[in-house]
């Protein structure tokens, strides 16, 4: 079983993964949260050159192929092996993220990226079962990551257009994949907001 969550930078993906993990596991099950881009030692290195603020010269297409890139070894070095091993595997972003961020924010070709995502997926083999798509106001989203007090990163360095099309992008692809994905209304406290997800998990059987 795979679980992705995706949303907007600062749409309280952590908190609500984080809540997850835990409700899982007291519910017996084996469980592991991987980040993308990240989770191993490769990707957590593609990871450094894709958020380093100093590589502002970077091209769509190189940052979109490095996102795929990190993404293949995800999947052939952790995620397949957890799912043998009988793990619920948790994914902080996947696919859905470079459809989003890189197909409607950039605006490179979409069936560019499904074919490179299907690439990076062993042809779809590794698929999440449910995607948590967790919706803010782009306003708000934008703000939650300037008042975090951490440093920004390239990617979170980018004007309100660029989020508001990737905010588009992602309930684009939620209305198209109505099976796969939930969209859940991540605005309210942290509770009501994991109530939403909870639901869904215990519609699915997980709880
Ligand atoms: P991160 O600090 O992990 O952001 P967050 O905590 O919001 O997940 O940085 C990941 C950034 O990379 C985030 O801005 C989204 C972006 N991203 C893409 O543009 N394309 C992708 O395929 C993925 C996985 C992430």
Do not use: H, W
Request: aromatic share 6%.
């Amino acid at each position: 079983m795979i679980i992705s969550f995706e949303g907007l930078d600062g749409c309280g993906k952590s908190t609500q993964i984080d809540k997850t993990l835990n409700i899982l596991q007291s519910s017996g099950k084996k469980v592991k949260v991987l980040r993308e881009p990240g989770g191993n030692t490769v990707s957590e290195k593609i990871r450094g050159l894709l958020l380093d603020l100093d590589n502002n010269s970077m091209k769509p297409e190189t940052e979109m192929l490095l996102y795929i890139a990190s993404r293949a070894q995800l999947v052939r070095e952790d995620i397949s092996r957890l799912l043998e091993d009988g793990c619920v595997v948790i994914l902080d972003r996947f696919i859905d993220s470079t459809t989003a961020y890189q197909g409607y924010g950039r605006g490179l070709d979409l069936e560019t990226i499904r074919v490179l995502n299907l690439f990076a997926t062993e042809n779809g083999k590794y698929i999440p079962d449910i995607t948590f798509f967790l919706d803010i106001e782009t306003e708000k989203s934008l703000s939650r990551v300037t008042s975090r007090g951490e440093e920004i990163n390239r990617m979170e360095s980018e004007d309100i257009d660029f989020f508001d099309r990737v905010r588009k992008g992602f309930l684009e692809i939620s209305r198209r994949d109505p099976e796969r994905f939930s969209v859940i209304d991540a605005s309210g406290t942290v509770e009501e907001v994991f109530g939403r997800i909870s639901d869904v998990l215990r519609k699915r059987d997980l709880l």
